[in-house]
């Protein structure tokens, strides 16, 4: 059996989101709907207008702001340590490092960690706030608009559903009228927009099982993520390295990345 004859119905990419699923405890239907909207599951896709690039589209200060947050937890700590916050808020990098830091947004399993740490984030402070459960639609509306922005749109929502989005958000309705106003010029109301968010997720997501979420930081064993094909593929080249296939296959973040590693650089 070679490498490349490992992808049984479930992708590389789609088994690194599974995992960031499972460490972090965002539903996978979710971050997978928000990956196949924001880059069509392409871990190289870059933007032509602004600096977002990767599986999730992160531009330069939302990367560095997540990894620097949540990268230690993740097997990051050595990118997390060459981020620093300005007085202004601003994030900067190791100028040595800053390359090596920006390119994980085009490893999927790093991005997809990243891009399940900040749903968690944000999935905590809107419930907080609306004094609800959230789904993955309301999730995105904090993808979307930021997360001060979903507060005010999902609360204004809850009390005036009717009421025009785009004069509640005049500057994102100038950048994306496609989302704000029909294609006769008629603004779409909150709840109108809304619905149009859920049938974009819903439909990027379909067919894909919620995973239960791992409990305390306790991290999935690769074999309870990946099709038991994947993980053969995995131990034999772990063997062939010299690595004991039973240590490679336990439930730590480096072991992760290491397997993933591994295949990538196989071409898997």
Known sequence: MTVGSIATGTTRVEAAIQLASQRTGVDFGYLLGQARVESGLRPDARASTSSASGLFQFVDQSWLGVVKQHGAVHGLGWAAGAIRQGANGRFSVDPTLRQAVMNLRNDATAASLMAGAHAADNKAALEGHLGREVGGTDLYMA?????????????????????????????????????????????????????????????????????????????????????????????QLGASAGMDAEALMRPRPDNARLAYMMLASMGA
Do not use: C, W
Not at 203 to 215: I, L, Q
Not at 219 to 228: C, F, K, T
């Open 143 to 235: 993808h979307f608009l930021g997360l001060g922005g979903a507060k005010r749109f999902l609360t204004r929502m809850a009390d005036a559903p009717g009421q025009s989005a785009a004069a509640l958000f005049p500057a994102a309705a100038a950048a994306n009228r496609n989302v704000f106003y029909t294609p006769a010029g008629q603004p779409r109301s909150l709840a109108q927009v809304y619905d149009r968010f859920a049938e974009k997720i819903g439909g990027a997501g379909a067919g894909a099982a919620s995973v239960p979420a791992a409990t305390g930081n306790a991290l999935p064993a690769i074999a309870d993520v990946l099709p038991a094909e994947f993980t053969s593929t995995l131990q």
